[in-house]
């Protein structure tokens, strides 16, 4: 059975700096896509950034330059580092896992096969 556990989570000033992991349990598959994703209270979710199996990636415009997506394959865990936070990154973060290669929707939640239960940003100005 496949898991995702994000932890990284918390509390920081605008302009600091978190960085969020996710730990994958039970992943076997050759090819895939990894993603985070947020969601705001009253707004939908959104993808923030997405990683092929090849290390390509993927980013929402509102995070380029910022946040930054990777993997270490040996311990299967997924990052997102995030600097230069602002008041509008503060939202639920989620891991996501699809089985296949990214794809030009890779924004798109509905595409992906399994989530992980989210953990919190929370940026204060």
């Known amino acids: 059975q496949v898991q995702l556990v994000e932890s990284g989570g918390g509390s920081v000033q605008s302009g600091g700096s978190l960085r969020l992991s996710c730990a994958l349990f039970?992943?076997?598959?050759?090819?895939?896509?990894m993603g985070w994703f947020r969601q705001a209270p009253g707004k939908e979710r959104e993808g923030v950034a997405a990683?092929?199996?090849?290390?390509?990636?993927s980013y929402a415009d509102s995070v380029k330059g910022r946040f930054t997506i990777s993997q270490d394959n040996a311990k299967n865990t997924l990052y997102l580092q995030m600097n230069s936070l602002k008041p509008e990154d503060t939202a639920r973060y989620y891991c996501?896992?699809?089985?296949?290669?990214?794809?030009?929707?890779?924004?798109?939640?509905?595409?992906?096969?399994?989530w992980g239960q989210g953990t919190q940003v929370t940026v204060s100005s």
């Open positions: 990683i092929d199996s090849d290390s390509s990636t």
């Open positions: 039970g992943y076997t598959y050759s090819s895939y896509c």
């Open positions: 996501a896992a699809l089985v296949d290669y990214c794809s030009g929707s890779w924004s798109v939640d509905d595409v992906w096969d399994y």
